[in-house]
């Protein structure tokens, strides 16, 4: 597909991409015919950034884009500075809610996982959790009742099992804990723990704010229910072709094409 962009006056100021199931499928590195359109736009002036759920370090490595604003992991429990990684903004869970997730996790056949910048602490360090440590290139910490994990702040939890077992799990965390905490998936098999105000919409306000960008000229694309609140919340949001139903009820436009091709070709009519 051509790739062809007109200087015109731009119809957003932010575009903000989601990473996995985004932009980036599960085995393949973001597409060189993504990464190019992305250098493009930002040649017209136009910020760009991802917001994406992968810890810190994971983002870091695998993200492929090159954002020229800040950029957002962990849901949005941190903002990073572009160009050097440094923590701009970071959003702990109270460690007083460790016990209160574990106290209803208990009940389902789950791998529990407390997370900080690049460490994880876990009650089982079997051959999953150690390799999605190492792909997370993050330190794994062998924490069998989770006391030392109950002595600071943690970024998140996230509770890992079959999807149905996830789904469960998660209607009974948010039945118990919704008004004290963001409870979310990112992924089919993930349930994810998070201060209530460590979304990734929150942060995009962070950086609109201290950009001095108009909310309404953001852009953003997602594909899961950790990008609802995302989409709702921005100038226009876009579910990808495979999003997941809930997304795409909230967005303001459904891709129709599959992959990346339909993000070029919705770039290319929006940048045009």
């Not at 701009?88 to 900080?116: C, G, H, T, W």
């Not at 993930?190 to 919409?201: G, I």
Request: net charge negative.
């Amino acid at each position: 597909m051509k790739i062809i962009i007109n200087q015109n006056l731009l119809p957003f100021d932010l575009i903000i991409f989601d990473i996995d199931g985004t932009i980036k499928d599960q085995n393949n590195p973001v597409a060189k015919n993504i990464i190019d359109l992305t250098e493009r736009i930002k040649s017209l002036g136009c910020s760009l950034t991802y917001a994406t759920g992968r810890m810190t370090n994971s983002a870091k490595i695998h993200a492929g884009l090159k954002p020229n604003v800040p950029m957002i992991s962990y849901q949005g429990a941190q903002i990073l500075d572009h160009s050097d990684y440094s923590i701009l903004n970071s959003i702990e869970m109270d460690r007083k809610y460790i016990s209160s997730v574990l106290d209803v996790v208990k009940f389902f056949p789950v791998k529990a996982m407390v997370q900080y910048s690049n460490q994880i602490y876990c009650d089982s360090d079997d051959g999953w959790i150690q390799d999605y440590a190492y792909r997370n290139n993050v330190e794994l910490i062998f924490d069998k009742d989770y006391l030392e994990a109950q002595q600071r702040d943690p970024l998140r939890m996230v509770m890992v099992g079959d999807p149905g077992i996830i789904n469960k799990l998660e209607s009974a965390l948010q039945f118990e804990l919704s008004n004290d905490v963001y409870i979310t998936r990112s992924l089919p098999h993930f349930c994810e723990v998070l201060n209530k105000f460590a979304d990734k919409s929150y942060s995009i306000a962070w950086i609109c704010k201290k950009l001095n960008i108009n909310k309404e000229k953001t852009l953003a694309f997602g594909d899961s229910y950790n990008d609802i609140k995302m989409l709702k919340n921005v100038g226009y949001g876009v579910a990808v072709f495979n999003a997941v139903e809930d997304l795409k009820i909230v967005a303001d436009h459904v891709l129709d094409i599959e992959g990346n091709l339909g993000i070029i070709d919705f770039l290319n009519n929006t940048f045009s």
